[in-house]
């Protein structure tokens, strides 16, 4: 998959983007970034952050910020925050924590995430929205 096709993109804390796109479980398709450093942005200021982030590092030189949200749909979840309640999750971020693997269910692993649940939802709701839409936005951490 080039990258300007990455299709999901998922904010994390600095350190959780950096082990994610290392990471061998992976998806080709995914892509993760974080917030600066210094400061607070909000949903808002975060979403437009990100797509900022994916563009200069996936779009390629002499690609316009518009041409490249135009060519893929662009799912995106949110997943930084500080994670108070969940601290020891602090780090890798909220969509990373483990998830238990229900015995009677279908399609799950023991070393599964709440973003490996959260896929199937994801790429459902994708499939659902009108094509005109172009970002789709989301919580990673519910």
Known sequence: MKPTEIRHLLSLPESGARFFMKSESRRDD????YDPPNGKLGSGGGTAHLLLQAWKDLA????????????SRKVMAHGGGLSRR???YA???KPLIPMPALRWTRGQSPDQTLLDRQRAFLDGLERRVPSGIRLILSSGDV
């Open 30 to 33: 995914w892509w993760a970034g």
């Open 60 to 71: 390629g030189e002499g690609v316009a910020f518009d041409d490249w949200l135009q060519a």
């Open 91 to 93: 780090t890798p971020g």
């Open 86 to 88: 969940l601290g020891a």
